[in-house]
């Protein structure tokens, strides 16, 4: 069975920090996907890569895939109140439609 | 308009009793899935369907049953219930964007207790 570990599993910081979340596995996957979710509400996607060693920006936030396209880490610069929430990062199995979800980190930014 | 919409939004109910939870999308896509959430947050997929033709089953007990009557909307009815199952289940529908690259859209998701 696939895995995906997230770390940390919560993470309480200030308005104003930066901070990186980290989505590792044993396994290859085709794609990964990042997703946060506010309570009551669904996943939302906020970016997908693809090719290792891939970077993509979305304002403050940076997303990397490992070289390998086992691991990922999603980094928030200057983090605001509104940045909280579950994020969630999902392989994709190659060859098909499967995605594995992470264990999830909670981030708190305190204003 | 909602992309992905979920009846209920909460649904209590006893052990024993039979329930089903409707699915509907409108973003056109060719696959939905269903997913459930634990306590500890943790997304697991349960189903999906590719052109209302089941293509991911995983490890569910066959108390859970899916159906799609067509390829807008994906039902999950449940009979048996018990208490294992209180969770949140979310509906969720993806298309090929490009090659290799899926993007997924989740419903807001049904609270189900079981009591």
Redesign the interface.
């Known amino acids: 069975t696939q895995l995906l570990e997230q770390s940390p599993q919560f993470l309480s910081i200030q308005e104003g920090e930066n901070l990186t979340v980290y989505c590792n596995s044993s396994s290859v996957f ?2 990964l ?1 990042w ?1 946060r ?1 506010e309570p ?6 906020l970016v ?1 890569v ?1 090719t290792g060693g891939e970077v993509k920006k979305l304002k403050r936030l940076t997303f990397q895939f490992g070289d390998a396209r086992k691991d990922s880490s999603l980094h928030i610069t200057a983090a605001q109140p509104g940045d909280t929430g ?1 994020y ?1 990062c ?1 392989g ?1 199995q190659h060859g ?6 992470g ?2 980190t ?1 981030l708190k930014v305190l204003a | 308009d909602t992309a ?1 919409s979920q009846t209920p939004k909460y649904l209590v109910t006893q052990m024993g009793n039979d329930k089903s939870i409707k699915c509907e999308q409108n973003l056109g896509h060719d ?1 939905m ?1 269903w ?1 459930k959430q634990d306590s ?6 349960m189903f ?1 369907y ?1 052109n209302k033709e089941l ?2 089953n995983e490890t569910v007990p066959n108390r859970f049953s899916p159906k799609s009557p067509d390829k807008a909307h994906l039902n999950l009815h449940i009979n048996s219930l018990e208490l294992g199952d209180s969770a949140v289940y ?1 509906c ?1 529908s ?1 298309q090929v ?1 490009t090659s ?10 049904t609270r189900l207790t079981v009591t």
């Open positions: 085709s794609s996907q997703y979710q009551g509400e669904g996943p939302v996607l997908t693809v579950l969630l999902a994709k098909t439609y499967k995605y594995i979800f264990t999830g909670r | 992905v696959t899935y997913y500890k947050k943790f997304l697991k997929i999906s590719n293509i991911i979310f969720a993806s964007v290799g690259i899926f993007e997924q859209y989740f419903g807001p998701g």
